[in-house]
């Protein structure tokens, strides 16, 4: 795994076709199965692609050994919390322990930090992946802001001050209610 921040004024890291693809992939597995399924994956990938690219934060890759980009995780830390998402690029990534891999490291460095109370694993998006969370000791929230504290500066990595993100409170209202 290799921790990118995504600086402002500069390309975010994962502004490739590698990723890019891998969010696609992702989209059009959860939505596929027929045509309007896999037109509403590429919809939705782009839109999330767009958005991951837009935001502050940090991305954590995994490649395979060939050097493919097998996964991503795209980190934003705001206010008292952090959330996370993810992108596989196949089922086989999906089924590789990625997941557990980066939710530990992410709660696990939430802990250290003195002003972080909450971790945000984002979307579930479909009842077998609400059921893994919750399997694993995460609860099922619809009302997030009434449980995590979104108020505050963007952190553009742990390296980086706190900043002030316009476009981020944008794209975030957007994502925070899926």
Known sequence: MTV????????APHSSLAHFRCVVDHEVRIYGGSAQGFFDGIQEAIGRYMGTTRMTGTIREYRNEEGRVIAFAHEVRKGRTIRG????????AAKSYVWFH???????RAIEYDD???VDLGP???DAFSE??????FK????WPAVADYLGDC????DMKPTKGELFDEIFSRFKGK
Do not use: C, M
């Open 124 to 126: 579930s998006g479909s």
């Open 4 to 11: 990118k921040p995504i600086r402002p004024n500069e390309p």
């Open 85 to 92: 998402q993810w992108f596989y690029s196949t089922s086989a």
């Open 140 to 143: 099922s929230v619809e009302d």
């Open 102 to 108: 980066s939710v530990y490291d992410l709660v696990e």
């Open 132 to 137: 893994l969370k919750s399997r694993y000791g």
């Open 116 to 118: 972080v109370d909450v």
């Open 155 to 158: 952190w553009y990595s742990d």
